[in-house]
């Protein structure tokens, strides 16, 4: 920040804070005095409009966030689950991967993948799989597609050196074919607490038995090893690839993708009720990843990033609002909280938590305006943390691979760099508070002026946007000649002959 920028800014914060200083000038009609003249009732009703709109505007993220967006993409593609389909002749396997942890886009990109190899007639759907696991409520979206799907899904977990763990398990086995690369590994489907931690009392109790009902009749409906599916819920048992072949768990292990079409072609497996003989052999691969859209949603659903993206939308709205015009930091900021909002509506986060975090938006915008001796700050900083803690509530069952809660480093992130930033706002505030007030016909000196009528001495000169009496030092000056103003002597300025006529003149 240069030196001109910092006097710009003291400026606006000594404003902030005691406007009245600012109004002791004698002229209030000139050029000087409106760049020092506070901002006006109508700006002020103006900005907060604004900040009305843009917060409004924000929270229909949260409205977003309950919309299935990515499905819009899927419904010009073809209809959605419903009867077997046949296979076109000639049409390619698609193929659709299942990466990172899984959450409600995951969900989403999974069907919209179904719905397009419906559409294109492809005679299976694969789902190359590498995941830590994810959320109970997805998992089990994903699932219900799987043994819904019109046409044969194939679950393979790959490459080699990936997992299949926890939420990863239960999709792996809901496959009417599943698969696993070498060197790969399935299991650990315990389910924690939205911390991460083991869950307590009789709630641990209800998740486990409700997670093992959900694997066990999967493993029935795909015939799979029941015994199995249960101890990997309720005992966390993880195993190879190899280990995992011999308990039933998977039906086969492949190299790679043509080497998976090539062992399954021929093999009749059961779509809703119907027997379907596969025909993958010579088939073509269709890669069917997710978009820019679905890659970007994937990444702001999540907690911790949605609660850093509020953050950074609320300074945005703070220095737009406190420096009308500059444009780019309010559209950094709506597009953050529009963006926060959508993956808090996504996640299902508590009503009481987002508003509590909208509400230290309104108060920190308020604390650039009002003069609240740090009462709106320390309460915007309250209402921020409890709602960051509010928002994602503890204690929510769910599987490891997604924290659903705030973490504590977040918290410390949001919350301090809050702090801190208005400590040094503050900070700033008060010591150009400090500094010796300009004020009247004192803030002259210095300046340039014009003569209006020849000086010898004594005469008229335009200084400040206005004109004065005013007395010559040094010489008689001839009218329209560039002045400066030396120092005041009761309601006459003391002048001088500008040495040199460049810079700008009063006219």
């Given at each position: ?19 009245q ?11 000087l ?19 009305v ?27 959605r ?43 299976a ?9 994810g ?28 997992r ?22 399935i ?22 038995n ?31 690839d ?31 009720g ?26 702001v ?89 509010i ?34 706002v ?15 016909a ?8 014009v ?8 005469g ?28 005041i ?19």
């Open positions: 920040m240069n030196e001109r920028d910092q006097d710009s800014l003291g400026i606006a914060l000594a404003r902030a804070i005691d406007t200083r600012v109004r002791e000038t004698p002229f209030p009609s000139s050029r005095a409106s760049r020092l003249a506070p901002a006006t009732k109508r700006g002020f009703t103006v900005q907060l409009a604004l900040a709109a843009l917060i409004t505007l924000g929270a229909a993220g949260a409205l977003l966030g309950q919309t299935d967006l990515t499905q819009v993409a899927s419904v010009a593609s073809g209809p689950l419903g009867p077997v389909t046949r296979a076109a002749p000639g049409a390619a396997v698609v193929v659709g991967h299942i990466e990172d942890a899984i959450n409600p886009i995951t969900a989403r990109y999974v069907e919209r993948v179904i719905a397009d190899a419906q559409a294109a007639g492809a005679p759907v694969v789902f190359t799989i590498n995941t830590p696991g959320l109970i409520d997805s998992t089990y979206r994903i699932t219900t597609d799987f043994l819904n799907a019109p046409l044969p899904v194939v679950t393979y977990v790959a490459p080699s050196g990936g299949a763990a926890s939420a990863g398990t239960f999709i792996t086995m809901a496959g009417a074919i599943a698969a696993m690369a070498p060197a790969t590994n299991g650990a489907a315990h389910p924690v607490d939205s911390s991460g931690g083991d869950i307590q009392g009789d709630l641990r109790l209800k998740a486990e409700d997670a093992a009902a959900q694997i066990t009749k999967i493993a029935k409906a795909r015939g799979r090893n029941q015994q199995w599916a249960e101890d990997a819920v309720r005992n966390s048992v993880s195993v190879r190899d280990e995992a072949l011999q308990l039933n768990v998977v039906d086969l292990i492949a190299r790679d993708l043509p080497d998976l079409l090539a062992q399954i072609d021929g093999r009749t497996v059961q779509v809703n119907q027997a379907v003989q596969l025909a993958t052999k010579s088939a073509a691969i269709d890669d069917d990843g997710m978009n820019f859209f679905e890659t970007m949603l994937h990444f659903v999540d907690p911790q990033i949605a609660l850093l993206m509020f953050t950074i939308g609320t300074y945005g709205l703070i220095f737009e609002l406190s420096n009308p015009g500059l444009i780019f930091p309010g559209i950094i900021g709506v597009i953050a909280i529009v963006m926060a909002l959508f993956s808090f509506g996504t996640l299902d986060a508590n009503a009481t938590g987002i508003a509590l975090m909208i509400f230290s938006l309104v108060l920190f915008i308020a604390e650039v305006k009002v003069v609240s001796h740090g009462l709106l700050l320390a309460g915007g900083i309250v209402s921020l943390l409890l709602g960051a803690i928002v994602f509530p503890p204690g929510r069952p769910t599987f490891p691979g997604l924290r659903y809660t705030a973490d504590p480093v977040t918290l410390l992130l949001v919350v301090g760099t809050a702090a801190l930033f208005f400590a040094v503050v900070r700033m505030a008060v010591g150009f508070q400090r500094l010796p007030v300009a004020s009247g004192a803030l002259l000196v210095g300046s340039l002026g003569a209006k009528t020849e000086l010898a001495p004594a008229i000169v335009r200084a400040g946007g206005d004109e004065w009496s005013a007395v010559s030092e040094g010489g008689a000056i001839p009218q329209g000649a560039a002045v400066r103003v030396r120092r002597d009761g309601l006459r300025l003391i002048v001088g002959p500008e040495a040199s006529s460049s810079g700008r003149r009063e006219s």
